[in-house]
């Protein structure tokens, strides 16, 4: 049964909000030095496959302008936060978490000003591969079986999600500068 698209109160709204509210504990079981911990990555793993539950409850009950807002934001604390964890805790390099959090700024500024005009910028197919690079390189991070032995692999989803967000992030001020606005809402990337 659809929801209405200005409803509040739904189910996939209740994932989102539960990740929001999970994510300072994620934070606090980070482990203080690189090496990784079960507990961190079975609840990394929980939080970031709960992205795509409540995506799949949005599609199937219909998507809402209050979940348009709150997804996005759970992702970008949930990611970022662990990220920055990440590197107080001397497990991740600096540079590519700023650039990534920058990207996220930019568009969430552009985001809140072009919604303020009533239109919508969904995710780009892009910028959904650029947060699985990162829920990836946060996970193989706290893995124990890869946050030191293999970090190569962690390194990789890292730094392509990198040039996932910086080729994303462009993309979106492309259309906005040269696309009509229903182009900007509309077309997939």
Do not use: C, H
């Amino acid at each position: 049964m659809p929801v209405d698209p200005n409803a509040l109160a739904t189910w996939a709204n209740a994932i989102t909000v539960g990740r929001l509210l999970l994510s300072p504990l994620m934070f606090l079981v980070i482990p203080d030095e690189p090496g990784g911990s079960w507990l961190a990555f079975v609840l990394w793993f929980l939080l970031s496959a709960s992205d795509g539950v409540d995506g799949w409850v949005a599609r199937r009950q219909g998507a809402t302008r209050s979940g348009a807002f709150l997804d996005p934001l759970a992702d970008k604390v949930l990611v970022l936060g662990a990220m920055f964890t990440l590197v107080a805790n001397d497990a991740f390099p600096l540079w590519p978490v700023l650039l990534i959090a920058a990207r996220e700024f930019v568009i969430s500024v552009y985001r809140t000003i072009v919604g303020s005009k009533g239109v919508s910028v969904p995710a780009s197919r892009m910028a959904k591969l650029k947060t699985l690079f990162q829920q990836l390189a946060v996970g193989f991070a706290l893995l124990p079986l890869t946050a030191l032995d293999a970090t190569w692999i962690w390194s990789f989803f890292l730094w392509g999600a990198v040039a996932l967000a910086l080729v994303s992030g462009a993309q979106y001020l492309w259309l906005a500068r040269t696309g009509p606005r229903d182009e900007v809402v509309t077309r997939a990337l």
